[in-house]
């Protein structure tokens, strides 16, 4: 069973909206820490935001900050990325993880989902 399912997804003009969402299942319960990393086309994979399950800190990488928001549900097992004003430099697979910190570096994370695609056209 995938650990974590993303949907959401879709292509987008520039300066429009999408919101992602990650299911987890209860193989990801262990761990308090989900984020969303993004990966463009022919680069590496980058952190873009995550969100304490506990108390609901968040954070986010400079290139996002003030256009994407991280929340989580009550019941705390769906995490949304809501972004807005997207950007054509926004384009890529978008891919939610769950670890035991909100680290920057992708191969500290220790559940991973399928990723979804997010295209935006200028």
């Known amino acids: 069973q995938v650990p974590l399912v993303e949907s959401g997804g879709g292509s987008v003009q520039a300066g429009g909206s999408l919101r992602l969402s990650c299911a987890r299942t209860?193989?990801?319960?262990?761990?308090?820490?989900l984020g969303w990393f993004r990966q463009p086309p022919g680069k590496e994979r980058e952190w873009v935001a995550c969100v304490y399950i506990g108390t609901g800190n968040t954070a986010y990488a400079d290139s996002v900050k003030g256009r994407f928001s991280i929340s989580q549900d009550n019941a705390q097992n769906t995490v949304f990325l809501l972004m807005n004003s997207l950007k054509p430099e926004d384009t890529a697979m978008y891919y939610c993880?769950?670890?035991?910190?909100?680290?920057?570096?992708?191969?500290?994370?220790?559940?991973w989902g399928q990723g979804t695609q997010v295209t935006v056209s200028s």
């Open positions: 209860r193989y990801t319960y262990s761990r308090h820490y």
């Open positions: 993880a769950a670890g035991t910190s909100c680290n920057t570096l992708w191969d500290r994370w220790d559940y």
